[in-house]
């Protein structure tokens, strides 16, 4: 098939294509060469002729038109990413990633191509805090925590009917959706815009609610994407890591070559359309436990600061119930944390790193997202 992929020169994008033009797919790629990714004077990785690149901007029809001539297959992987970035650069994550989404959806429409598989990369930051069990109250969703408890220290979350701690569990598709951050509600809009395309024009979408992504080939200079790469830098630098809520908090980290396993079985052509896929690893740490994790990997023994910080529009706990997409989308994760963090760190020794935390703290303390909780 002939196969487009909008943000197809950044992370997620590079890796997929590799793959498909292993299965004997024809790849184009479509990517504004975004300079906070890819760095300035950016362009499109050599494939040797094998890929065709069209640098252009997902928010002007024209390039977009032209990307799409002769396309089977579209995987709308061009989005912003990054909760603490979002949450003040509001416009510029609305009008990219759910202005860009009705873009190429509107298009599609008006030129009534015939595309056989639609693919958006969505995230589980659509569902806001994770799911929860209360001894009280049984399954619940746990709301917005307040900034009054943040600031004394208070991270976990509670029942949103009695108030009583509460024990996260794994969440499942079928999970109510209530993002905290402005990225995790661009990409619940991006969601509803496909469900739109497949009422109203019948295009075959599938969407793939990846968790927390990490690998060789993440960008090591993003200082609001990855937060491996972000620890690595730390490490590296040998500068000490300050955790965010103590540490605690709960993630599911899946490795690029898991979330490319996937990107691939949503080709399937029998799979149901305007379907949803949890892409995890089924592994669940704290974030305390991957910096001692990618430590160990690295033989560094971690400097580990807790000074309470924590940023507006993070969640304390979300990982992934992966039983409807090991069912119906076959989809295994075979990368272990510890395999991964090797492969990561085998691939980023001798690049270039620059720790950029500070500057991420000092744009986030500006507009009052971040703080300090008080030692409980």
């Known amino acids: 098939m002939k196969i487009l992929i909008t943000g197809g020169a950044g992370f997620i994008g590079t890796h997929t294509t590799r793959a498909l033009l292993k299965q004997g797919h024809q790849v184009r790629l479509f990517d504004n060469l975004d300079p906070q990714i890819h760095g300035p004077n950016a362009s499109f990785p050599d494939w040797q002729g094998k890929v065709e690149c069209q640098r252009g901007d997902i928010l002007n029809s024209d390039e977009l038109e032209k990307a799409l001539e002769g396309i089977d ?11 603490g970035q979002s949450m003040y650069e509001i416009r510029h ?7 860009g989404t009705a873009n190429l959806v509107e298009v599609i429409a008006k030129k009534k191509q015939r595309i ?20 009280r109250c049984g399954l619940v969703h746990p709301q917005d925590r307040k900034r009054s408890n943040l600031d004394k220290g208070i991270f976990h979350v509670f029942c949103p009917s009695c108030n009583m701690n509460v024990k996260p569990i794994a969440t499942g598709e079928g999970f109510s959706c209530s993002p905290v951050s402005i990225y995790g509600w661009s990409k619940l809009q991006q969601e509803e815009i496909f469900r739109f395309a497949t009422k109203y024009f019948n295009l075959p979408v599938v969407m793939l609610r990846y968790f927390n992504v990490y690998g060789a080939g993440q960008a090591l200079n993003n200082p609001y994407t990855g937060v491996v790469s972000i620890f690595y830098a730390r490490l590296k630098n040998n500068n000490p ?29 029998e799979l149901l359309v305007d379907n949803i896929f949890n892409i995890g690893s089924g592994e669940i740490l704290t974030v305390c436990d991957l910096v001692n994790a990618l430590g160990k990997v690295m033989g560094i023994t971690p400097q580990i600061l807790d000074q309470g910080e924590f940023r507006e529009g993070d969640i304390f706990s979300c990982f992934a119930d992966l039983e409807k997409s ?27 790193t620059e720790d950029l935390y500070e500057k991420t703290v000092k744009e986030l303390s500006m ?3 971040f703080g300090k909780g008080a030692k409980s």
């Open 241 to 269: 890591v300050s955790l965010y809520e103590k540490g605690l908090p709960l993630r599911d980290f899946i490795n690029i070559a898991d979330i490319v396993d996937a990107n691939l079985l949503a080709l399937d052509q």
């Open 93 to 99: 994550y609305a009008d990219t990633n759910i202005n």
């Open 367 to 369: 507009y009052g997202l």
């Open 73 to 83: 297959v579209v995987y709308h992987l061009a989005s912003l990413t990054g909760v």
């Open 326 to 352: 090991k069912r119906i989308l076959g989809f295994n994760p075979k990368v272990s944390l510890q395999q991964g963090l090797e492969e990561f760190v085998k691939w980023a020794d001798g690049k270039k």
């Open 116 to 135: 056989s598989r639609l693919v958006l990369s969505s995230s589980r930051a659509v569902y806001g805090e994770g799911a929860a069990l209360c001894e």
